[in-house]
Each structure stands twice: as C-alpha cells, then as structure tokens.
C-alpha cells in the first residue's frame, strides 16, 4: 500500500506558498511521517517470522518480523513482555497485534506489539505451549524438584542414538575431562517410536539395580543434535517429559542446539545447551580437581600451622599475665588450713551431739535379754491358756461325738435285735415284713442279733386275731372302780 504526503497534510501551521516547495527541518519532516503514519495504521496485525530477538535489561524485548520480501522492526515493551503468553525465539512463525509508528532517531519505521500468536508451524508451536502449561500446573517443571548434580558420578547413563555426532562427542568429552564408565541405552531420537524409546530408557536406568553390574547410573544424559521443531518433537511428548520428572536420577537434557528448547529441558534437573555442555556438567576436569584438592590441603596446612602460631602466642600472653604460681598456691594452702581446722572442730561436735543422742536413746531401752525374758514367759502363758482351751474343746467335742453315737446306736434294727427280735428276708435278700408275704415252701433267712441261719416256709399264714380297743370312756360321771 503506497500513501502519497501531501504539503498541507505535513504541517497545517506551514502552509504552502505558491507552487514551491516549503522547506521543513528534518524533524518537522520526521514528525509529519510519524503522525501520518500512525493515523493511517491505527491497528494492524502482521505476521512473520522472528529474527534477532533480543531481550533488553530494561525489561523491553526487540526484535525483526521477517518474510520472502522485507524485513521491519519490532519492539514489545516492557509492560506487554510479561503478558504475551509465549517467549519470543529466532525462527518461530508469529502474528503479531500492534500499531505502525516511527523512530525519528534513524528515520526507520517500526512495529509496537502489543500481543503474540503462533503461525504456520505455531500451530505445533501452540500445542507445545498448551503442553507446558498443562505439566507445569502439575507441579513437573517446580523448582523444587531439581536435584543438584552428584560432584563425581562413577556410572554415567547415556539415552541417545549410538550412531551419529552426539555420543561420540559425549564419550570423547568424558575422557579428556574424567574417565568415568558409561552405560548407553541406545534409542530413535526421531521418528513415530522415539518418544516411547526415550521414557522406556529413562524408567529402564531407574530400575536397575544399585549393586552389581550394570548397576544404576549417578546421572543421566538425555541427548540429541540439533533440528527443526518436527524432528525435535520426541522429547516434547508427554510421556517422555513425566518420565524425566519421575526420574529417581538426576537427569540432565542435551536435546538440539543453544536455541532449541523442548519440553524435557524444563523436567529435568539441568538443561545443557549442548551434548558436549552435558558432558562438561556430568564431571568435573580431573587435573582441576586435583589441583583444587592440592591447593585446598596447602591452604588447610597453612591455616594449621596460622592457628597454632596463634594460640601460641595466646599462651605466652597469658603466661606472661598468670605471674608465680607458687604465691596462689600458698595462699590456697593458708585456705585449706583454716577450712581443715573449721572442719575438724565441726565434726567434733557433731559426734558429741550423737553420742549424747544416743546415750538418751540407749537409756530408754531395755536389755535385750530382758526383753527375751519377758516375751519367753508371755509365750509360756499364752501356751498354757492355749492347751487348757485345747483340752475343754476336745472333751466337749468327744463327748458330743459318744452321745450322737448312742442315739444311732439306738435307732439301729441291730439293737431290736438284741430285744430278742428277728429279721426275715427272701432269698433276694428283701425284708419279709407280714405273713402274707411269706410263700410256702420259700427259702428265707432269719437274722438274729448275733448271725443268720436259712429256714423253709412250712404252711400257709395264719390270721392275728385283731386287737380289742378299750373303749374310751364317755364324758360324764366317773367310776370308782
């Protein structure tokens, strides 16, 4: 779109004289452009690619929109930076919302953003994004949980290709800074299976065990070369990114070049921006570290042989300071004396007032034998009164036992028996009480009061006559006779 400035359009306060030209100082000109400008395009939206990001420490991030025909400069503000939902990056396709304006300063024209959008490839780009923010509301990209480095891993897990660039500058980076073993799970870092390859490789290294061999690594490399965001699109899986955060290992990310960033760089412990940078950070440089160990033992010397020098010369001082000690001794001595004769005569005392104590005490007792005296013949009354009372209960008792034996003696058949009476029973043994119950011709047996002898029933019973009642006399008159 072409806009042709007409004079009076520049400066209505300049108005044209005749059919020449009025001249305008550079900064008139300037300012009519940029109010021509800016009201011509009050709000635009533009898309590009970014080019030569730049992010200012005043806060304010510059940077160039780019296509196939030209180039024009941008600039985000400080207060828009922090709200435009993304972090600007060379080669990332964009629609930017802004107004066209100018900067005098060097008769350039540019372009204010006031917000980004991904393009073309942001439509990858915005599902990246999504992604991250999804696990970073999770809590995977906390810091909180990043675990420093170990200072001197024995066992170094690689997860890359085995063929290509990257592992040989890993191994080769290794063993010029401190050969350390390496254990490699070689994997597709590209490709539909990559992204499983890479967290199987991650979970594998963490289930081995921690003795023996191969045993489980101190760290892990994760690495790749460098690409385009389709060939780096593995390691923004989500399954790969919630294996590196689930990692028990502490996990370094090598994936792509400085200015690529995938999703497992914010899961892992430490992102380096190169696989030989991965390797730099795994271990140290081995003659530093001696070094630094010989230098740490000199410097530790010195300060030995500093502090004792000091307390030396403390000791000295206080040498110099403590005067004869023979004097303090003397004056403790003179102490002690006083103290030993303040405590001789108080122990003095103290067994006096014992003695005297127990002197009372003692004339209250009585002798010993005495008191043996006094319980042997308290014992010997008691035993007395005790037999006595033995004996009346035992008479009592024997001769409650001789009547209540009388009395069953009494109510026994075997005394009627000594009366001259006989017991009769049957051959089972039953007492055979009338005579009716005696069957002719039976055996029996008759018990008298000193044995038994057996009998035959001879005849039938014969009948009592019954007895005769007197008769009661009728109440009236009595009878003399």
């Known amino acids: ?217 101190d760290v892990l490399i994760v690495a790749r070369g460098g690409g385009a965001i389709e060939d780096l699109m593995a390691f923004n899986e989500e399954n790969v990114v919630r294996a590196a955060a689930a990692s028990t290992i502490p996990l370094i990310s090598a994936v792509g070049h400085e200015t690529d960033t995938t999703l497992i760089d914010f899961a892992s412990d ?55 000690p023979r004097h303090a001794i003397e004056a403790h001595i003179q102490r002690l004396d006083g103290l030993e004769e303040r405590l001789d005569g108080a122990r003095r005392n103290y067994v006096d007032r014992r003695v005297q104590s127990v002197a009372t005490l003692g004339a209250r007792l009585r002798h010993p034998l005495q008191q043996v005296h006094d319980l042997k013949r308290h014992l010997e009354t008691q035993g007395r009164a005790l037999d006595a009372g033995f004996r009346r209960t035992a008479d009592a008792a024997q001769a409650r036992f001789q009547r209540w034996s009388d009395l069953l003696e009494s109510y026994s058949y075997r005394g009627v028996l000594k009366r001259g009476f006989a017991l009769v029973t049957d051959s089972a043994g039953l007492a055979i009480g009338s005579a009716g119950a005696a069957q002719p011709g039976a055996g029996v047996s008759i018990e008298f009061h000193d044995g038994k002898v057996a009998a035959t029933v001879d005849g039938a019973a014969v009948a009592r006559p019954k007895p005769v009642r007197a008769e009661t006399p009728k109440p009236g008159q009595g009878q003399l006779f």
């Open 270 to 324: 430490i992102r380096a921006p190169t696989p030989t940078a991965a390797a730099e950070f795994a271990v140290p440089v081995r003659l530093q570290l001696l070094a630094r160990v010989e230098e740490c033992g000199s410097r530790l010397l010195f300060q030995v042989e500093r502090a004792v020098a000091f307390k030396r010369g403390d000791l000295v001082a206080l040498e110099r300071g403590l005067g004869n």
């Open 1 to 217: 779109m072409t806009t042709q400035i007409e004079p009076g359009l520049i400066d209505p306060e300049l108005p044209a004289v005749g059919g020449n030209l009025t001249p305008y100082t550079v900064g008139e000109l300037a300012r009519a452009v940029k109010r021509t400008i800016e009201g011509a395009y009050g709000l635009v939206r533009v898309r590009g690619e970014l080019l030569r990001v730049k992010r200012h420490t005043s806060g304010q991030i510059y940077l160039c929109l780019k296509d196939d025909d030209a180039v024009i400069d941008g600039v985000v503000w400080r207060g828009n930076a922090g709200r435009l939902g993304m972090i600007p990056e060379d080669g990332i396709e964009v629609i930017c919302t802004g107004r066209v304006t100018t900067y005098p300063a060097r008769s350039s024209y540019q372009l204010i953003i006031e917000s980004m959008e991904l393009a073309g490839q942001g439509a990858l780009l915005k599902l990246i994004e999504e992604r991250r923010k999804k696990l970073a509301a999770e809590g995977l990209f906390d810091t909180e949980r990043k675990r420093p480095l170990p200072s001197l891993p024995g066992v170094i897990g690689v997860v890359t290709s085995p063929t290509g660039a990257v592992i040989r500058d890993i191994l080769h980076r290794l063993a010029d800074r401190f050969p350390r073993d390496v254990l490699i799970w070689p994997v597709a870092v590209q490709g539909a299976n990559a992204a499983n390859e890479v967290a199987a490789a991650i979970a594998g290294f963490n289930a081995l065990p921690a003795e023996g061999w191969p045993r489980r690594p």
